[in-house]
């Protein structure tokens, strides 16, 4: 029983601050254009930090839209944003782990931002779901989590090739009896756009 709690406590903190990688301006990359680039999430529960590295890598597909995929942990993610305008975007992804039981998650995303050569700062309002899947012990379970999460962070860019972003904010289980708000963060490090 303790390992299928700490496979579903992993999960939930990988999917809800991790796999979902915030780490995303409203602003879609150009067509044929690519960016990637490196970072840490985490949450903190109970007095503990838990961070993951993550990277990541994303094209301009069609004008005002972008897809990406992120791999985070154990995990990989694929996602898509559309840019209804310099200021707000919206975006879905899917995310997939295996942690000795299945873990996969789904996203949606309004990204808000100001736009800026230097200085961008930017919002990300989050539902995203999460289903675990597995066997331990015998038995086999499901669990299903729904979050909502909000961060602000600050995109500083170096030039045309270089920027670094910072990030914080929460996330509140929906629908879940007993869950609680939780602090996330994220730092990251992109080249290209």
Request: glycine content about 18%.
């Amino acid at each position: 029983m303790g390992a299928r709690l700490f496979v579903i406590a992993c999960a939930v903190i990988l999917l809800t601050s991790c796999a979902m990688y915030h780490l995303q301006i409203p602003e879609t990359l150009a067509v044929g254009k690519i960016s990637g680039g490196a970072g840490l999430t985490g949450s903190a529960e109970a007095g503990q930090v838990f961070a993951f590295p993550g990277f990541w890598i994303r094209t301009g597909i069609a004008p005002k839209a972008d897809i990406g995929v992120h791999t985070w942990g154990l995990g990989i993610k694929m996602d898509g944003k559309y840019g209804l305008n310099e200021y707000f975007g919206l975006g879905a992804g899917g995310a997939v782990a295996f942690m000795g039981a299945i873990i996969y998650g789904a996203e949606g995303s309004l990204y808000l931002g100001v736009p800026s050569k230097i200085l961008y700062p930017y919002g990300v309002i989050r539902l995203s779901t999460i289903g675990i899947s597995g066997e331990f012990e015998d038995n086999s379970f499901f669990e299903s989590v729904a979050g909502l999460s909000a961060v602000g962070g600050i995109k500083i860019r170096f030039g045309t090739m270089l920027s670094t972003m910072f990030e914080g904010g929460i996330i509140a289980p929906l629908f879940e009896s007993g869950g609680e708000t939780q602090p996330v963060f994220g730092i990251g490090v992109s080249i290209g756009h």
